[in-house]
């Protein structure tokens, strides 16, 4: 089992910058690939951004690309989403998800969740 716990989530100016968090604990959560998720209301859960653990390598959706950037402390088994830049439409419930399936962006290949932390951003 592995068990993530975002936080970080808050209100934020058009423009502004959060730093979300995903600690994550359990048994070898270090094979899972983490990523990052949001879901808007009316709307699907959509990827943002992942990395994996054993090469570094970091993946990002279109619409974040260059202004998301995903990172990880391992002293802390801790992931980071550094949000710049911030638009209204990047308001969601951001969600932190740990995976191991072929498919870096579906949701479908990523077995453990966060609660969920929200972030709403004001024009």
């Known amino acids: 089992q592995v068990q993530l716990v975002e936080s970080g989530g808050g209100l934020v100016q058009a423009g502004g910058s959060l730093r979300l968090s995903c600690a994550a604990s359990g048994r070898t959560f270090s094979r899972y690939r983490m990523a990052w998720f949001r879901q808007a209301p009316g709307k699907e859960r959509e990827f943002v951004a992942a990395f994996t653990w054993s090469s570094g390598t970091t993946y990002y959706a279109d619409s974040v690309k260059g202004r998301f950037t995903i990172s990880r402390d391992n002293a802390k088994s801790t992931v980071y989403l550094q949000m710049n830049s911030l638009k209204p439409e990047d308001t969601a419930v951001y969600y932190c998800?740990?995976?191991?399936?072929?498919?870096?962006?579906?949701?479908?290949?990523?077995?453990?969740w966060g609660q969920g932390t929200q972030v709403t951003v004001s024009s």
């Open positions: 998800a740990a995976g191991a399936g072929i498919g870096i962006n579906r949701k479908e290949v990523y077995d453990y």
